[in-house]
């Protein structure tokens, strides 16, 4: 029996032995994870809203003073021993302030004005210059446009008229006759003599497509009253007599 318990305890013996001999498994080292990228932490910052082209207050447009009158005046000088003439024409706005002005060069003074008022449109403000018309543009007093053909001078108001186009139409006392020049500054005709039987015109007077032109001298001579008169036909500006 002590034998069989000697085997036996040295069997057990044999196999801690072997036990404590054996070779440690291998130590695995695990692989270090793959980085991941995070998304970099925001922060919430309230941007202000871009304001609507409705939600933009609107500037106040400029107020541009319209013209209320335009003031022609014919001006005297002595300039060196002789005596001169000049227009001054202010442009004057709603308020009465003055909003523009022209002045004209000086000329010798002589029998017929060397400056005279003709008219005005919705843009346009004409007048005469030592025998050039020439156009202003009412809202500046810029001149648009100078023409020299008609080389005259009205005797008085009725002797220049403005149609519904814009086409200036003038009798000059001592000649021509008859001029007509259109809105944008053309020559449309001139004659310095219908007649030598009619002399000194002094008013016009536009009856649809005719113009009635009236002379001071005719063929029974001199009538300042009623004058003699001419109809010019504006479509082809032939004339007949009305007397």
């Known amino acids: 029996m002590k034998r069989l318990f000697c085997i036996v305890f040295a069997a057990l013996l044999c196999l801690t032995l072997c036990a404590c001999d054996s070779t440690p498994a291998p130590v695995v080292t695990p692989e270090p994870a793959p980085e991941v990228e995070l998304p970099a932490p925001t922060i919430d910052v309230d941007t202000p809203e871009e304001p609507s082209v409705s939600d933009v207050p609107e500037e106040p447009a400029e107020v541009v003073s319209q013209i209320r009158d335009i003031v022609f005046t014919r001006c005297e000088a002595m300039t060196d021993g002789i005596f001169t003439e000049y227009a001054q024409i202010t442009g004057v706005g709603e308020s009465g302030e003055i909003l523009w002005d022209y002045t004209s060069d000086q000329y010798e003074a002589a029998q017929m004005p060397q400056t005279s008022e003709i008219g005005r449109t919705s843009d346009r403000y004409y007048f005469c210059e030592n025998g050039a018309v020439v156009a202003l543009d009412i809202s500046t007093g810029a001149v648009l446009w100078k023409n020299s053909d008609f080389n ?12 519904e186009n814009g086409t200036v139409y003038l009798c000059g006392y001592l000649g021509p006759d008859f001029y007509a020049v ?3 500054g053309n020559t449309i005709f001139k004659t ?12 016009l007077e536009k009856q649809g497509d005719k113009m009635v032109i ?17 109809c010019v036909d504006l479509n082809d500006f032939s004339w007949t007599t009305e007397n």
Do not use: H, R, V
């Open 182 to 184: 259109d809105a944008d």
């Open 192 to 203: 310095d003599t219908f007649s030598e039987d009619y002399w000194w015109p002094f008013a």
């Open 214 to 230: 009236t002379f001071e001298m005719g063929p029974g001579g001199s009538d300042t009253e009623n004058g003699y008169k001419l």
């Open 152 to 163: 005259g001078a009205p005797a008085q108001p009725q002797s220049s008229l403005i149609d």
